[in-house]
């Protein structure tokens, strides 16, 4: 046979295997696809019965402990395994001494979470904003603007364009506003153009804040701090938080996946996120933890000893501790979170505010002892894959990670809820894809009996 023809015979078998190759492929990812459908119609593993009238409060705190229960049973068998991976921050190896505390379980039933929104006509995709002295919000957008927006009639104004996509928002002590870009790094709003003062004896409503802060004025310019850190480019910033020495943390919550492809991040099982500081006066950037599961909220402690990031798909919150004998280490705050842990900021007066983006994912604690499924289905369109459940839940959490406060929203109404930042008896809420911003009213304390 003319070895022309053994050529081409020989190259139609290798297009033929190709095709054939190619063909399995496509047949597993459909049968993923309809693992992950059948998933779907399971639904998450925490959504929570809401107390009816029909209904006893007897019979429903009973349910609502069951299915918290369940909940908890699953996260216990993932943390186990991929999603509960404790020991891979970089170093910190062995360093994680014990088990953080749990998620909610003394309040079944929660609190309910009653949420309004204003400014739905200029604001879009909210996800954090910061708080100035006259108690109006600072906030980024889905197109990169960075707005006010006062809170007593949602009238807004544009202060800048990142260029980029804003997430976290906070305050220097020089009143520049300090933004993780997810696409343009660690960025500042510069406060040299002029400042507004707050006035003399006004009334200051964000605990834990300083009434001298200077309110950004419009017209600031936007530049870059950090854009890379170790000679890796930062490729995902997300939470930012400063220190009371005025130290910038924040975190980078993936070395893989940008924006665009969160899911591939939650899939793949293989974490790359980074909490790392800044050093404004020397320009020095430091990584503090390497190897978290999306890292996300970042929250410092007023004296800055410790600093909190949120592993998003780990469900718990992680504690860095700057001071003491326990400096360099790190732990879980709070752990078996009952849905994924987003923003998480600190009031002033001993709480963080915790937000859970959407309940916890039968699929993901499902397929936690199957990385290799997870990653096959991480090539799957994000479009064929469940969307977030629509239920809004913010946690309170103490200085020392116990669950305090559970207000709950399964009708949605405003979800999914990625930060919470209280005001005086209000607590505002910002969201990836809502348009407006979210506003609660917190419980009244209960009086103590005599």
Same mark, same amino acid.
């Given at each position: 046979m003319p070895l022309r023809r053994l050529s081409h015979l020989a190259l139609v078998a290798r297009s033929a295997f190709a095709a054939r190759a190619t063909l399995v492929t496509l047949a597993a990812l459909v049968g993923l696809a309809a693992l992950v459908a059948l998933a779907a119609l399971v639904g998450p593993a925490d959504l929570v019965p809401v107390a009816t009238a029909e209904a006893g409060p007897a019979a429903n705190a009973a349910a609502n402990a069951a299915a918290d229960a369940a909940a908890n049973a699953a996260a216990d068998a993932a943390a186990d395994s991929v999603l509960g991976l404790g020991d891979n921050h970089a170093g910190d190896r062995g360093n994680r001494r014990n088990r953080g505390n749990r998620g909610p379980t003394a309040d079944p039933a929660g609190q309910r979470l009653s949420i309004e929104r204003f400014a739905t006509e200029s604001v879009v995709g909210p996800e954090d904003f910061a708080i100035e002295p006259s108690g109006?919000?600072?906030?980024?957008?889905?197109?990169?603007?960075?707005?006010? $927006?006062?809170?007593?009639?949602?009238?807004? &104004? &544009? +202060?800048?364009?990142?260029?980029?996509?804003?997430?976290?928002?906070?305050?220097?002590?020089?009143?520049?506003? /300090?933004?993780?870009?997810?696409?343009?790094? +660690?960025?500042?709003?510069?406060?040299?153009?002029? =400042?507004?003062?707050?006035?003399?004896?006004?009334?200051?409503?964000? /605990?834990?804040?300083?009434?001298? /802060?200077?309110?950004?004025?419009?017209?600031?310019?936007?530049?870059?701090?950090?854009?890379?850190?170790?000679?890796?480019?930062?490729?995902?910033?997300?939470?930012?938080?400063?220190?009371?020495?005025?130290? $910038?943390?924040?975190?980078?919550?993936?070395?893989?996946?940008?924006?665009?492809?969160?899911?591939?991040?939650?899939? *793949?099982?293989?974490?790359?996120?980074? +909490? +790392?500081?800044?050093?404004?006066?020397?320009?020095? !950037? *430091?990584?503090?933890? *390497?190897? =978290?599961?999306?890292?996300?909220?970042?929250?410092?402690?007023?004296? &800055?000893?410790?600093?909190? !990031?949120? &592993?998003?798909?780990?469900?718990?919150v992680t504690r860095y501790w700057l001071q003491g004998a326990q400096?360099?280490?790190?732990?879980?705050?709070v752990e078996d979170l009952p849905g994924l842990p987003d923003g998480i900021s600190y009031n002033g007066a001993g709480v963080y505010w915790l937000a859970l983006f959407a309940p916890r994912s039968r699929l993901l604690d499902a397929l936690a002892h199957w990385p290799s499924v997870r990653r096959l289905l991480a090539w799957l369109p994000a479009s064929l894959l469940p969307a977030p459940e629509r239920h809004g839940r913010v946690l309170g959490l103490d200085i020392e990670g116990r669950v305090v406060h559970d207000l709950r929203d399964p009708a949605g109404t405003y979800a999914p809820i990625s930060s919470a930042r209280q005001v005086g008896p209000w607590l505002y809420l910002g969201s990836l894809t809502e348009s407006g911003i979210g506003r609660a009213a917190l419980p009244a304390p209960e009086k103590e009996s005599n």
């Open positions: 109006d919000l600072v906030c980024g957008t889905a197109d990169g603007r960075i707005l006010r $927006v006062r809170v007593t009639d949602g009238r807004s &104004e &544009e +202060l800048a364009q990142t260029g980029g996509y804003p997430l976290g928002l906070a305050f220097d002590r020089h009143g520049n506003l /300090l933004i993780a870009d997810a696409h343009r790094g +660690l960025l500042s709003l510069d406060e040299h153009r002029g =400042l507004q003062s707050p006035a003399q004896g006004r009334e200051f409503p964000n /605990l834990g804040e300083d009434p001298g /802060l200077p309110t950004p004025a419009p017209g600031g310019e936007v530049r870059a701090l950090v854009t890379e850190e170790g000679g890796a480019a930062l490729h995902f910033t997300n939470g930012v938080a400063i220190g009371a020495s005025g130290a $910038v943390y924040f975190s980078d919550s993936s070395r893989r996946h940008g924006p665009e492809a969160v899911h591939r991040e939650a899939l *793949d099982a293989q974490p790359s996120g980074r +909490l +790392l500081r800044y050093d404004p006066a020397t320009g020095a !950037v *430091d990584r503090l933890l *390497d190897g =978290l599961f999306f890292a996300n909220g970042v929250a410092v402690d007023p004296e &800055e000893r410790f600093v909190l !990031v949120a &592993e998003t798909f780990a469900y718990r400096a360099g280490r790190s732990e879980a705050f």
